[in-house]
């Protein structure tokens, strides 16, 4: 199987009651890639479909667009304004942190035609300033859900994913502009689709026209046909890294499982969805919050049952995650990062992650391109950095054994989920070189962490 190892760093592990601080000296990231012994390739099935949430299928199959919004509404925990409450941007508005200035994209298969449309009418919902949408088509003109050929249903659901992407971004960034990266092939499940997605943010990273890629999709990674095939995608994501923009994925909607190439066979074993596990994307999984009319959370967030979670067999431990690995026994790259409202699927949680990182771009003054390296290196602080802990839930399926959320760093829910306000100064300080940020470890004495170098 091939590994993928990601950077160097000689790190440490210090323990507060149950809370582990992964500190990093140097947070420096370098993939090397070592190949051993690959399997032989398996024999799959054409795949038919994408494996859609059901409230991406509703909103998709909606027939109009106030109808569309509608259904959108109804799959969040709160509204607009909720959300912003939750997640506590109210601070860095003031401070005029919005986005503005800053371009974040999703990158996704079709796209909707009626993009534009449908924002207006949820911001008009929501009490949101007006945005831009702007759709670009790298990989070739993208057909219409009805034009021969197309599974119009698929079409259709890529369409209620569009709108849900895009509402969660302009949600948490309005100021920013919004970027659709669409493709005219679905991905579905294994290498179908891939290449053209590909293509789309290659030609997006090189000629920046964004900032922040939002990749809300993800098929596990027994679904590629071999594993070098899976590792033909790898310098995509490098090279966007190189091009200094961050790229955020679903941890996926199946637990600890996944589907199988056919779309409705699970693995019943433990898997993690590509491209969330590649070491140059920052993972996002999904939490259920508990909210008043306001925002205002009752209770603490918990786990979403169905986040997708648990750790590579195809990526090595990065250098960014060697602390968390050896006080959580895993053997490779675990996902997610960090957790966002997914209770319409994680498919929600990354772009809702993707707008705090815009905010940070805006707040640096600069593109903070891979913030994994500062995420671990600020997540030991806990709230101090906006790291605000979830210590319950589980994503085990009915077939599968999963993960479970606790105190401190875990493989189910990563470093917990955010506090905007303090969160988005604390990654930016974590991606200054040279700068030195307090660690609270615990006892009578403080840490620092030293970042020597920023990716």
């Not at 920052?282 to 169905?306: C, F, I, K, M």
Request: charged share 15%; hydrophobic share 40%; with cysteine.
């Amino acid at each position: 199987m091939h590994w993928a190892s990601s950077g160097l760093g000689d790190r440490r592990v210090f323990h507060t009651g149950a809370r582990l601080a992964a500190v990093g000296t140097a947070v420096v990231l370098s993939l090397a890639v070592a190949v051993t012994a690959q399997a032989a390739p398996h024999q799959v099935p054409t795949p038919a479909h994408h494996h859609f949430s059901a409230a991406v299928s509703r909103v998709g199959s909606a027939g109009t667009i106030p109808d569309r919004v509608a259904r959108v509404e109804q799959a969040l925990q709160s509204s607009g304004s909720g959300l912003q409450q939750a997640y506590d941007t109210a601070p860095l508005y003031a401070n005029h942190i919005d986005g503005t200035g800053l371009t974040i994209a999703t990158l996704v298969a079709f796209g909707d035609k009626s993009a534009q449309s449908y924002l207006d009418q949820y911001d008009a919902d929501n009490g949101l300033p007006a945005a831009t949408v702007q759709t670009i088509e790298p990989s070739g003109a993208v057909p219409a859900c009805t034009d021969p050929g197309v599974n119009t249903a698929d079409c259709q659901s890529w369409g209620g994913e569009t709108d849900l992407d895009i509402s969660m971004i302009h949600t948490l960034a309005p100021g920013a502009k919004i970027l659709i990266i669409a493709t005219p092939v679905s991905e579905t499940e294994g290498i179908t689709g891939f290449p053209e997605l590909m293509t789309a943010m290659d030609y997006t990273v090189t000629n920046h026209l964004a900032d922040v890629i939002s990749m809300s999709m993800g098929t596990p990674e027994d679904d590629f046909a071999s594993s070098a095939q899976l590792h033909d995608l790898d310098s995509h994501f490098k090279n966007a890294t190189d091009h200094g923009v961050t790229v955020l994925a679903s941890s996926g909607d199946d637990g600890a499982d996944g589907m199988q190439l056919d779309g409705s066979t699970r693995w019943g074993k433990p898997v993690v969805s590509f491209p969330a596990d590649e070491s140059y994307v920052t993972a996002v999984g999904g939490t259920e919050l508990s909210l008043d009319g306001n925002g205002n959370r009752t209770q603490a967030d918990v786990l979403w049952p169905q986040s997708g979670g648990g750790v590579s067999h195809e990526f090595g431990i990065p250098a960014w995650q060697q602390s968390t690995a050896s006080a959580t026994g895993a053997a490779g790259r675990s996902l997610p990062d960090i957790t966002m409202e997914g209770t319409s699927g994680t498919s929600e949680s990354s772009p809702l992650m993707a707008a705090i990182v815009g905010l940070a771009d805006q707040s640096a003054g600069h593109d903070l391109g891979l913030i994994n390296p500062a995420l671990y290196a600020i997540g030991p602080n806990g709230t101090g950095s906006g790291v605000v802990d979830v210590t319950s839930g589980c994503n085990t399926t009915a077939s599968v054994t999963g993960f479970c959320a606790g105190p401190g760093f875990d493989i189910a829910s990563g470093w917990g989920t955010i506090d905007a306000a303090a969160f988005v100064p604390a990654l930016v300080a974590a991606s200054t070189p040279g700068s030195s940020l307090r660690v609270d470890v615990g006892g009578s004495r403080a840490g620092h962490i030293r970042v020597l170098a920023k990716q």
